[in-house]
T-cell receptor, first 113, second 111 residues
């Protein structure tokens, strides 16, 4: 069945460094790839997304890249800050107009001051 | 807009008890869904609904029932709670079946 793999499961960086989280998906028909940030005790919050007709999208310090041929997409956070510490989830949408999201298992990012 | 609201925030049940987790949204979204989140497992889809009166199963539906009598509400029922249902439950809604907005979650413990 459909699957999304996410790496690494944990990531520790120094404040100011960059962080990269990578995901691969199995369904070549997937056309929407969101990233969610989950802070402790809260629900996941959408931070950026990309659709299959573009290769890269940026929003201030975060960016997402998509390689449809290789079926992988990545989240890039530059100039990391302590408030970026959270669990990040990638997801891939499959199934047409009544489809669903399949989530990766998450990456716990720790930014050390 | 309150967005997506969930009640209760915390719940402790004994094995065999039943309960309903409430979810409501005020964004007039047609699409609503329930996920459970377990350590190291990410978010797994339990049930979803594409509109009032229409529900369908997700990846892990066993032990759960849902109904959708109104656009705003999408309750999740545990008929006979089991320790394996100890988890954090999230409700989500969207105007399209891709970009989902999550509620704050219900942390459920089954003893």
């Amino acid at each position: 069945g459909e699957n999304v793999e996410q790496h690494p499961s944990t990531l520790s960086v120094q404040e100011g460094d960059s962080a990269v989280i990578k995901c691969t998906y199995s369904d070549s028909a997937s056309n929407y790839f969101p990233w969610y940030k989950q802070e402790l005790g809260k629900g996941p919050q959408l931070i950026i997304d990309i659709r299959s007709n573009v290769g890269e999208k940026k929003d201030q310090r975060i960016a997402v890249t998509l390689n449809k041929t290789a079926k992988h997409f990545s989240l890039h956070i530059t100039e990391t800050q302590p408030e970026d510490s959270a669990v990040y989830f990638c997801a891939a949408y499959y199934g047409g107009s009544q489809g669903n999201l399949i989530f990766g298992k998450g990456t716990k990012l720790s930014v050390k001051p | 807009n309150a967005g997506v609201t969930q009640t209760p925030k915390f719940q402790v049940l004994k094995t065999g008890q039943s309960m309903t987790l409430q979810c409501a949204q005020d964004m007039n979204h047609e699409y609503m869904s329930w996920y459970r989140q377990d350590p190291g497992m990410g978010l797994r889809l339990i049930h979803y609904s594409v509109g009032a009166g229409i529900t369908d199963q997700g990846e892990v539906p066993n032990g759960y029932n849902v109904s959708r009598s109104t656009t705003e509400d999408f309750p999740l029922r545990l008929l006979s709670a089991a320790p394996s249902q100890t988890s954090v439950y999230f409700c989500a809604s969207t105007s399209r079946p891709d970009t989902q907005y999550f509620g704050p979650g219900t942390r459920l413990t089954v003893l």
